[in-house]
């Protein structure tokens, strides 16, 4: 069973970068197809963007293309993402998932694991 840590939230300015890193325990790592999804205030949890299995396919919501990147180490059995240029609007909890089905999935319920979640606040 593989459990998931996120962590390298916080308050950035509009324009601004951050790193979020999520980190899985267990040795299945390579196992899983590894996404993240974010959730506003008031509003449903929604795809940024995942990773297959192998690392070499990935797959990003229209609303980040272009300025985010995920990304996986397996010997540190870690996923990254490196967000760019962000706005108010991707203010959000940030949560990192796990599938053992799914390679390359953009839905909430084709992930078995989650993590708890990161706060990334942007101020205009």
């Known amino acids: 069973q593989v459990q998931l840590v996120e962590s390298g939230g916080g308050l950035v300015q509009a324009g601004g970068s951050l790193r979020l890193s999520c980190a899985a325990s267990g040795r299945s790592f390579s196992a899983y197809g590894m996404g993240w999804f974010r959730q506003a205030p008031g509003k449903e949890r929604e795809f940024a963007a995942v990773i297959s299995r192998s690392g070499s396919r990935t797959y990003y919501a229209d609303s980040v293309k272009g300025r985010f990147t995920i990304s996986r180490d397996y010997a540190k059995n870690t996923v990254y993402l490196q967000m760019n240029s962000l706005k108010p609007e991707d203010t959000a909890i940030y949560y990192c998932?796990?599938?053992?089905?799914?390679?390359?999935?953009?839905?909430?319920?084709?992930?078995?694991?989650w993590g708890q979640g990161t706060q990334v606040s942007v101020s205009s």
């Open positions: 998932a796990a599938s053992l089905l799914g390679d390359l999935a953009s839905y909430p319920r084709a992930y078995d694991l």
